[in-house]
C-alpha cells in the first residue's frame, strides 16, 4: 500500500507540471457495503483526499488521484470460555477494522465553467481491508490465556468504480473557486479477507475443533490458541468472524474543493 501511494505522489506532482487549472479536494466519505458483503458489515466512516488536473485540449477533462481512509468496525466485547472440565475463563477482545484505496481518476465535467456543474467519472486502483484483534490476559490468574494477543488480516485487491456527481461553486477569490462536491460511485473489485464480531459466541465448549455452528459460505471462525495455566492443555476458541467476499461498496462523498491556475 506504502509503493501505491508513492506512486500516486509522484504522479500528483508530475501531473502539476502541465495543464491549466487544479482542484485539490478533502471531504467526508461513507462506505455501504452491497451484495454479500452486506452480512459483514454495516458501514464505514471516513475521509479522503483528492487532486485533479483540468486540461486545455479538452474542455471540462481532468485527471488526477483519490486517497480514503476509514473505519467499519471498533467493537471491545466481553467473552466466557467454559472447558470440559468446568472451567470458566472471562476476558475481553478488542478489534479494530479499517479500509483504505488509492486510485486514478479521470473526471469529464461539460459544464465546469457553470457554478453548478454536473461531472461523471472512473476510478482504478486498489483497495484493502486490515482488522488488529487484541485479547486482554484473563482476570482469573488460574484459568486461560490466548498464546497470540494479537492478530492482524489485512487483504486486498484491484478494483475500478465508475460514479457521478456535481460541483457546486460557493466563491471566488481571484482566480481561485471553493465550492462542494456531492458525488456517489460503486466500487468492484476482487475478494477480500476481512474481520468482525458480528457473530460472537459469549460461551465456548472449549474443544480444539470447536466452532460457532450455522457458518454460511464465505463465513468462518476467527479461531485464536489459548493455554489453560493449570493443566497445560491448549484449546481454539472463536473469538471474531472471517468473511470472504467480492469487493462491491457504495460510496457516497460530501467534499469541500478548491480551484486554482489559469481558467
Not at 488526477?64 to 467454559?82: F, H, S, T
Not at 472471517?242 to 462491491?248: A, D, E
Request: hydrophobic content about 35%; overall charge negative; proline content about 4%.
Amino acid at each position: 500500500m506504502n509503493k501505491l501511494y508513492t506512486f500516486l505522489i509522484a504522479l500528483l506532482f508530475s501531473l502539476a507540471s502541465f495543464g491549466q487549472l487544479n482542484q485539490v479536494t478533502f471531504g467526508y466519505q461513507l462506505s455501504l457495503p452491497q451484495a454479500t458483503m452486506k452480512n459483514g458489515w454495516n458501514s464505514g466512516h471516513g475521509i479522503h483526499f483528492g487532486y485533479h488536473r483540468y486540461f486545455k485540449a479538452i474542455e471540462g477533462f481532468s485527471l488526477g488521484a483519490d486517497i480514503g481512509i476509514g473505519n467499519y468496525a471498533l467493537e471491545r466485547q466481553p467473552q466466557q470460555y467454559v472447558f470440559e472440565d468446568g472451567t470458566i475463563t472471562n476476558t475481553e477482545a478488542s478489534l479494530s477494522s479499517s479500509l483504505a484505496y488509492g486510485a486514478l481518476a479521470a473526471r469529464y465535467e461539460p459544464l465546469w465553467r457553470n457554478k453548478l456543474s454536473p461531472f461523471i467519472e472512473i476510478q482504478g486502483g486498489y483497495f484493502g481491508m486490515y482488522s488488529s484483534l487484541f485479547i486482554e490476559d484473563p482476570r482469573d490468574p488460574l484459568g486461560c490465556r490466548a498464546l497470540e494477543s494479537k492478530d492482524v488480516v489485512s487483504s486486498g485487491t484491484a478494483f475500478w468504480s465508475p460514479g457521478l456527481g456535481f460541483d457546486l461553486e460557493l466563491g471566488k477569490d481571484k482566480n481561485d473557486i471553493h465550492g462542494l462536491a456531492l458525488s456517489a460511485r460503486y466500487v468492484m473489485g476482487g475478494q477480500l479477507e476481512y474481520a468482525n464480531m458480528n457473530r460472537l459466541y459469549h460461551t465456548h465448549n472449549g474443544q480444539t475443533n470447536g466452532q460457532p455452528e450455522n457458518t454460511v459460505a464465505g463465513e468462518s471462525p476467527l479461531m485464536v490458541t489459548f493455554i489453560n495455566v493449570t493443566t497445560n492443555q491448549l484449546h481454539e476458541h472463536s473469538v471474531a468472524e472471517l468473511y470472504n467476499h467480492p469487493l462491491r461498496v457504495l460510496q457516497f462523498n460530501l467534499t469541500y474543493t478548491y480551484r486554482f491556475g489559469k481558467h
